[in-house]
C-alpha cells in the first residue's frame, strides 16, 4: 500500500477506533448504598484520581461480562443457592456517543455465603443500541475485600433486612399469622358462648 493510501487510510481507522475505545473504558463514576451506611460511597472513574478503585471493583463484581457479552461466559442465568445477605447497588455512569450518558445498576451482596455474589438485570439500555447481558455473577472474597475499604462495613450488618428472604420463612410467618387468628376468633366465640352473669 502506497504512503499516500496509507495515511489516510490510517486516520480513517483511528477516527473509528478512537470513540470504541473510549466508550470500552467504562464507567465515569458509580455510587453504592444500601444497609450500614451512613450516605452513599461515590466512587471516582478511571482516569479521575482514585479512579483504579472503581475498575477493581467493576472486574471483581463482573461487572464486564454483565455488560458486555465475553467467552466464556462467566454470568449465571439461575440464582446461586445459599444465604445471600444484605443487598447493596451499585450504579455505574457510563458515559455513551453523542455526550450521552446512562446509568446501569447492579445489585451486590458482599456478604453472601460462601462467596459474594453481583446480579445485574438483563436488557439494561446503554451506548445507545446497546443492551446489558445481564445475569448472577460469583465473585470472590477479593470483592468483599475491595468494598470494605471502599467504605463497607466490615462485618454483615445485623439490623439489615435481608433482600434475600428465605421462603421457609416466609411460610412460617403465614403459620404464625394463621394461628394468631385463629386465636382470636376461638376467643371472640368463647366470650359470646360464656352465660351472662345475674
Known amino acids: 500500500m502506497k504512503r499516500g493510501v496509507l495515511v489516510p487510510f490510517v486516520i480513517a481507522l483511528l477516527a473509528v477506533l478512537a470513540p470504541t475505545a473510549a466508550l470500552a473504558k467504562g464507567a465515569s463514576e458509580a455510587e453504592i448504598v444500601g444497609p450500614g451506611l451512613d450516605g452513599p460511597i461515590s ?33 449465571l442465568d439461575e440464582r446461586p443457592a445459599g444465604d445471600l445477605g444484605p443487598k447493596y447497588t451499585i450504579t455505574y455512569v457510563m458515559p455513551g456517543p453523542n455526550n450521552e450518558v446512562d446509568e446501569l445498576l447492579q445489585d451486590v451482596y458482599p456478604y453472601a455465603k460462601p462467596d459474594p455474589v453481583t446480579y445485574t438485570a438483563p436488557g439494561q439500555p446503554f451506548f445507545g443500541t446497546e443492551q446489558t447481558r445481564g445475569g448472577w455473577f460469583v465473585a470472590t472474597s477479593l470483592l468483599r475485600d475491595q468494598l470494605v475499604a471502599a467504605g463497607l462495613p466490615q462485618n454483615r450488618p445485623t439490623t439489615a433486612v435481608d433482600d434475600d428472604r428465605s421462603p421457609w420463612a416466609l411460610a412460617a410467618g403465614l403459620v404464625l399469622l394463621a394461628v394468631a387468628l385463629c386465636a382470636c376468633v376461638f376467643g371472640a366465640y368463647v366470650i359470646r358462648r360464656r352465660p351472662a352473669t345475674v
Open 43 to 75: 466512587l471516582a472513574g478511571e482516569g479521575q484520581l482514585g479512579g483504579e478503585v472503581l475498575m477493581q471493583i467493576a472486574e471483581e463484581a463482573g461487572f464486564f461480562p454483565a455488560v458486555f457479552v465475553r467467552s466464556p461466559d462467566p454470568m
